[in-house]
């Protein structure tokens, strides 16, 4: 609790890091957010995981995807299945892919689009203003993870594979 201003301001630079391209310098005031925040109640291995995708940095990656075994979320899910398909040759590919889809299954539809446009706000029943936020295996998280991931997203291998999918 005594270094929780510490954690969040160092959280936030490296976020400023990560918007400006710095990736390195982001990635290592993260590194250094881990250390003194090991239960990561902050989501910090999630922006780690952005940044080596981004970077190509695929042992870093993959050391982290093996760190998180028990992550189930769309970052992990998803991460998995796109290290195999990149480095392993697809050969658990579809297996991964099953898991990650019960998770979020909107995003292999999001990842073989040509053309993203961000869906509408979430909206609680019965309160037509009020943006909800993100539910978790929605429409809007599917975009979003397409929206933060999206330079190395973007590349045919990717998308062919996620198109490939619906034939």
Same mark, same amino acid.
């Given at each position: 609790?005594? %270094?929780?201003?510490?954690l969040r301001a160092c959280q936030n630079l490296g976020l400023?890091?990560?918007?400006?391209?710095?990736?390195?310098?982001? =990635?290592?005031?993260?590194?250094? $957010?881990?250390?003194?925040?090991?239960?990561?109640?902050?989501?910090?291995?999630?922006?780690?995981?952005? #940044?080596?995708?981004?970077?190509?940095?695929?042992?870093?990656?993959?050391?982290?995807?093996?760190?998180?075994?028990?992550?189930?979320?769309?970052?992990?899910?998803?991460?998995r299945v796109i290290y195999d398909l990149i480095k392993s040759?697809?050969?658990?590919?579809?297996?991964?892919?099953?898991?990650?889809?019960? #998770?979020?299954?909107?995003?292999?539809?999001?990842?073989?689009?040509?053309?993203? =446009?961000?869906?509408? *706000?979430?909206? =609680? *029943?019965?309160?037509?203003? !009020?943006?909800?936020?993100?539910?978790?295996?929605?429409?809007?998280?599917?975009? $979003?993870?397409?929206?933060?991931?999206?330079? !190395?997203?973007?590349?045919?291998?990717?998308?062919?594979?996620?198109? %490939?999918?619906?034939?």
């Amino acid at each position: 609790m005594d %270094n929780r201003p510490f954690l969040r301001a160092c959280q936030n630079l490296g976020l400023e890091y990560q918007h400006k391209k710095n990736l390195p310098r982001a =990635i290592e005031l993260f590194e250094e $957010n881990l250390l003194y925040n090991t239960n990561d109640n902050q989501g910090i291995r999630y922006l780690l995981l952005e #940044c080596y995708l981004e970077l190509k940095d695929y042992t870093k990656f993959k050391t982290l995807l093996d760190r998180h075994k028990d992550d189930y979320s769309v970052e992990f899910l998803y991460g998995r299945v796109i290290y195999d398909l990149i480095k392993s040759e697809g050969k658990k590919t579809k297996m991964l892919l099953n898991q990650a889809i019960k #998770c979020n299954k909107f995003i292999p539809e999001e990842l073989a689009k040509e053309k993203h =446009i961000k869906p509408a *706000p979430y909206r =609680i *029943p019965g309160e037509p203003h !009020f943006d909800a936020g993100t539910p978790i295996g929605s429409i809007q998280e599917a975009y $979003n993870y397409w929206e933060r991931n999206k330079i !190395f997203l973007n590349q045919k291998r990717i998308r062919d594979f996620f198109k %490939n999918l619906k034939n």
